[in-house]
């Protein structure tokens, strides 16, 4: 096979859903009453060799909506001022707006009929954006209703690891325990962890003499 051809294109790899990373910082655990203080996405990408790259990143702080709980213990591990100045957060409804442009775009572009979001414990952050999509009255929500990708269970599989930064550096990635707790340094972290372990599947796939899923002849390998 020309190493220049196409091994497969991201909306056949996963079922026509384009994967994106997804994290949020709260000001607590309950989707229904804790504010949304900030949100991250990262929309993944796919090589001509099909190989799996974070792609662009999109972040945004985010005002609680009128009686938002903020529970003290919560705003203390993740160092969030709800009121500092110089957040220049947005109203839930325009946060949310700046978060599924860039997405809606790119599952136009890739063709594919949803975005599924990539989470660590991604079941956390869908409640969290699907309570604010119902909050602010939002009717296009580009992500799956209920279907996830969660790098716990992927990291547990390929790594022995559940927490994300001792995922991370199980893999091979960098971690500044500094800039933990930040939406956008998790989910970039994430983004990194997912397309590592995906990519691995597919060496592995390759490997053993098979073909990447969504692809119905053998992957293209990179030039040397």
Known sequence: MNPCTPSSTIDRRFRGFLP???DVETGGFDAGRDALLEIAAVIIDMDEYGILHPGKATSVHVEPFPGANLDPKALAFTGIDPGHPFR??????????TIFKPVRQ???KNNCKRAVLVGHNAFFDLGFLKAAVERTGIKRNPFHP????????LAGLAFGETV??????AAGLDWDG???????????????LFCIIVNRWRELNLLAGGSVPGSATPAASPPE
């Not at 209920?146 to 269970?153: E, L």
């Not at 994300?164 to 550096?169: E, G, N, R, T």
């Not at 500094?178 to 990194?192: F, G, M, P, V």
């Open 20 to 22: 994106v990373v997804v």
């Open 146 to 153: 209920f279907s996830t990708f969660d790098t716990v269970s």
């Open 164 to 169: 994300l930064a001792k995922a991370a550096v």
């Open 178 to 192: 500094n800039e933990a707790h930040s939406a956008l340094y998790d989910t970039q972290k994430t983004a990194e």
């Open 106 to 108: 790119a599952v136009k």
């Open 88 to 97: 220049f957060a947005k109203p839930e409804k325009e946060a949310l707006e």
